[in-house]
């Protein structure tokens, strides 16, 4: 028996005349390259979007093509966010993070036939354009507007998309391997925002009420949903444009009373250095909570921040299959009123699911690991906005299992709360004797060593045990640890064998593009090197 | 181009395993119709579901059956909520208030097979049931007990439905004409719980931390959607049974700390009259908000309830046709701040919709009318969560309009903020002189009157003007007021030709069995009656 329910599609152009028609005056804030902050509203994003679907559909392109972006955080990459998918476009943002050989790739791979970019991102455009399809290059500060003038936003209709026709584009680039393309849809993408806004109590359910300011970039798995989220809630937003250093962030934090804010850990840290060494400059009463996601936050910067200066930290975990958003480390209300000790041990975890995700973990034989928090296994995922596959890369197929979930490549363990705590990624995790050690808990464990400002830890091949740690590690200005003095540090936390037998000092850990340590390279450097400091 | 994500069906068994697996000992707690309190938790609630689904399948119930309820609010009722839609059946809540005549007729119209009955209720039951299909009869008490013993938990498979398949069913209790079947789906289900929980700041979006009771009857439009909310998101549950007064209502607030409650006015009007009479009596400091829905709450018990208890009413609008609910008369937050009586306009009216409800209204030659809070036209909805027609009734196909919008029947006009006004329903308007009068507007104004206990307005023909308005009245014990006194009392708000040029006092105004004023019944007694007080 079939419900007798209207057969109402879940797709983009219902975020843009929501925020047109019911918050139209809430503002969209940004900060210029000159540093100079630029206002508008809802309305003005609304019919600005509806100008850019017009006017591309003007240009020549057909329902489905993709245009790129290849931009910081502002309002016109906002108006991208909603316009090209309202046009039935594909929306692709590109990492402006990225090699050049690997942007030429991705834009050609994705078969990108227009692309929005700022002006100063122009010399990197132009060293690989030539390789790809893109026909028209529309320069945010003059040809962008060049061709929304040609438009009249009253010619917009809703192209009535099926909701499964793609919204957006997002290449993850992985440490190995080619980098692989995600395509969200409209239901996906809007069942994510709507996962996201009833997920949390505290979390990340913004309301009409929040200014938030998104440090995490928009070339980035979706923006992690904020465009989407804000202009269903009606939430005022600041980007940030270029400016991602702590004291410009700080400064746009209390200007436009910025009620909450995302982003990667790097970007917290230089904001803790700030707010350490300017104590009392920046009034951030009116900060609700910082959510951290894209890598795991440093336990020890979550306490420093509740700690010396009263500010939340709210840890939230994905990955670009997974639109990002799959599970927030809030606190339930009975251990929100625990010790501190004890609510920072949860915070530190990767939370639980959101409504409609599914998680479990598997051990390298299949089976399902218990809830004890100290079997690892390979966490595995599913959900409306859970990638299926990656754009045209068959070669890939075998990161879904045969009843059709995804594996995530996260070695975790599973807390008997159901909260995630991810140990290590499949490929990182160093197998030792059969048994398997962390490396991330062995950094994390590391960074907190006054003298350490960084470290990574890989495996390297060993003939007795097949792998054994190695620490790398960026010492503090002036500072110094002999390897037994880290070794001694870490021995009270971990079993003997985890143990690292090597230590290198660098100057620094090679990074990717989104700021996670190359330990690709790492190895390349340290296998085969003679030890400089066991 | 196709999106690449999971097809991921929106059906109910997810919301079934979340709670089991996250929110295990959460409690779901039950006032027995002895008055003492049966308590249980999500795991048992998960696993008895879990039992119930497989049971119904041993009976030899097929896929898409209907299963009826016939019960007040409880744990039990709560399970079928769950395992009858997790089995892959429809559940069918049977409204305890009607006629047997009109049960006979909806249980038959819906094709029941099964039914299960409160045992308090089987009186009801067996005047009707012999006029339906329905083959097997369970009684909370024992026979349902004794089908849960015969069915092992770990024998349940999720059905692996396709979200489209029917979940649900409610009969609108019209005044006019038979009742009419809307049928939910588990998408439009999954849909309107993931809208409710993301919609409102402050509204009805219920954390893991709250503790809800619902007052609303189960057996009303989905029961508001409480029961999937409270288990996707965690909330304690807190079911009053068959004790609804006043006093036990609040008792059972103090007692389990409840944190949030919903039901329609006449309820709340009990619960004002209890606090009036006793001050200091009921320590609810816990309580954020009481959610008013069904029909409007008059201004004025808004107001009591926050000044003279402190208590904050939040109100909804929506229909059985909306699963039901549309929109929430939420405050945005520039009017959180304003003085009392300006947040006192914006709730009470009906508020703005929720994400993905779409809303217009047009007035009789189907023009949009213009937002001013002045120009009355019918109500037009739609939305992933509104019906798109009634079970097998045909002839009701012209309640949508050609271009799939639902016409609500409600006069309404739009405030310039968004906000829904409700003057009417198409059927009460009072039509004069080719103008639009407002029966609802002139009864929250006699209601307001300190004689009046309660107020009718309706429509009589009138060979001049066509219709005139004729006002109904119960007088408070012991009070009184003449009709010109009455007029009086209205003529400052009202434009002259509003006033009601008749007035009748009577002892109680009929009502419908959701608590509607009976109009038709109304009509009927007065229309032709000689004037008892004008």
Redesign the interface.
Known sequence: ????????Q?TLP?FL??AE??FPDKQIVTRLPDRSFHRYTYRDLGRRSRQLAVALQKLGLER?D?VATLCWNHYQHNECYLGIPCGGF?LHTLNLRLHPADLAYIASHAGDRAVVVDRALLPLLEQFRGETPIEHVLVVEDSYEELLATADPDEWRDPELDE????AMCYTSGTTGRPKG???????T??HT??V??GA??GL?L???DVFLPVVPMFHANAWGYPYLAA???ANLVYPGPHLDGESLLDAFVQERVTWTAGVPTIWLGILAQLDANPGKWDLSHMKGMLIGGSAPPRAMIDAFKQRHGLNVVHGWGMTET?PVASVSDL??DL?HADWEKQLDYISLQG??L??V?LRARDSEGKDVPWDDRTMGELEI??????????ETPEQADRWTED?W?KTGDIVTLHPD?FIHIQDRTKDVIKSGGEWISSVELENALMGHPAVAEAAVIGIPDEKWFERPLGVVVMRPGQSASPEELREFLAPNFAKWWLPDRFEVVEAIPKTGVGKFKKTELREMFVDAPAQAT
């Open positions: 028996m079939k419900g007798l329910m209207m057969d109402y879940l219902t005349r929501r028609t019911y489905g993709r594909v499964n026709e793609a919204a995600v395509v969200y849809s409209h239901r996906s809007v069942l709507l996962g806004a009833s109590p505290l359910a309301s009409e009420e269903m809630m009606g639109s339930p209300g929100r639980l699911p409504p409609f599914e599913r959900g409306p906005w859970v990638a299926s596959g990656y754009y059709g995804f159901g």
